[in-house]
């Protein structure tokens, strides 16, 4: 058995398979055209000629994700809720600064609104996140001397 990569694929001299997606294959005499991306394809038969054979594909190897998997995998776990504590040890201005430090993309006013929240009702939410990303920020925030717990979001992000 013989095995080739290409579009078009000679079998005897003077002879080629033009091949396009969706279309039956058709054996044609003289020059031919390049017709698409390589193809594996392969011939058997004695050299007048082959049956075609179906291309394998090959699977994944098991144990490795792509990143689209990664991201599929990333999207549907629970989310959680990174919760800042008040406390009386830190001033606010420090509180403000901690947050902006720590979460990505938190802005000033965002920071204030959350520190002051805490202040007032004894806790807020800093981020609804992925379980990881949620331990990582509370272990951040506890860190620089925050209280921060973390707990199961309802109802999703």
Do not use: W
């Amino acid at each position: 058995m013989a095995t080739a990569v290409s579009a078009p694929i000679a079998l005897s001299p003077g002879h080629a398979i033009n091949y396009r997606s969706g279309d039956k294959l058709s054996l044609n005499k003289g020059q031919y055209v390049n017709c698409g991306p390589p193809r594996a394809i392969s011939a058997t038969g004695s050299g007048k000629g082959g049956v075609l054979e179906r291309p394998t594909i090959e699977k994944a190897t098991p144990g490795r994700e792509s990143e689209f998997d990664l991201r599929k995998l990333r999207k549907i776990t629970p989310p959680y809720r990174v919760i800042l504590h008040n406390d009386n040890f830190n001033k606010r201005e420090y509180v403000v600064q901690v947050l902006m430090k720590v979460i990505p993309g938190m802005t000033l006013d965002s920071a204030v609104n959350i520190m002051q929240e805490a202040h007032h009702n004894g806790l807020s939410v800093v981020i609804v996140c992925a379980q990881a990303d949620a331990e990582q920020h509370c272990m951040q925030l506890r860190g620089n001397g925050l209280l921060s717990s973390i707990e199961p979001a309802s109802g999703g992000c």
